[in-house]
Nanobody, 122 residues
Framework: VQLQASGGGLVQAGGSLSLSCAFS????????VGWFRQAPGKEREFIVAISWSGGSTYYVDSVKGRFTITRDNAKNTVYLQMNSLKPEDTAVYYCAAPEMDSSWYTADYKYWGQGTQVTVSS
């Protein structure tokens, strides 16, 4: 299993970006996927996740109402639409997946993408 995040960039506050997480491997539809971010000088934090079917999603309060996670199991891709971006959203964003058939509600995310930089200017 390999994950590759893309779509980061520089945007002004209030703007939008869409991140993608491409999955390589078998049985993508049996993997939950989460997005994490790490800001300079801070620990990596979990922000959003989606179940294997896409039927369940979870957002931390800081991004709720602004970020939307979706997935296309036919394309082996998870998307993160980020709207109303704030300077405090500046971070490297990572997508990750736990073991196959595991819930997104797990501390054990085994597979990680390489990260994509998101910078929000004020």
């Amino acid at each position: 299993v390999q994950l590759q995040a893309s779509g980061g960039g520089l945007v002004q506050a209030g703007g939008s970006l869409s991140l993608s997480c491409a999955f390589s491997g078998r049985f993508f539809s049996r993997y939950a996927v989460g997005w994490f971010r790490q800001a300079p000088g801070k620990e990596r934090e979990f922000i959003v996740a989606i179940s294997w079917s896409g039927g369940s999603t979870y957002y931390v309060d800081s991004v709720k109402g602004r970020f939307t996670i979706t997935r296309d199991n036919a394309k082996n891709t998870v998307y993160l639409q980020m709207n109303s971006l704030k300077p405090e959203d500046t971070a490297v964003y990572y997508c990750a997946a736990p073991e196959m058939d595991s819930s997104w509600y797990t501390a054990d995310y085994k597979y990680w993408g390489q990260g994509t930089q998101v910078t929000v200017s004020s």
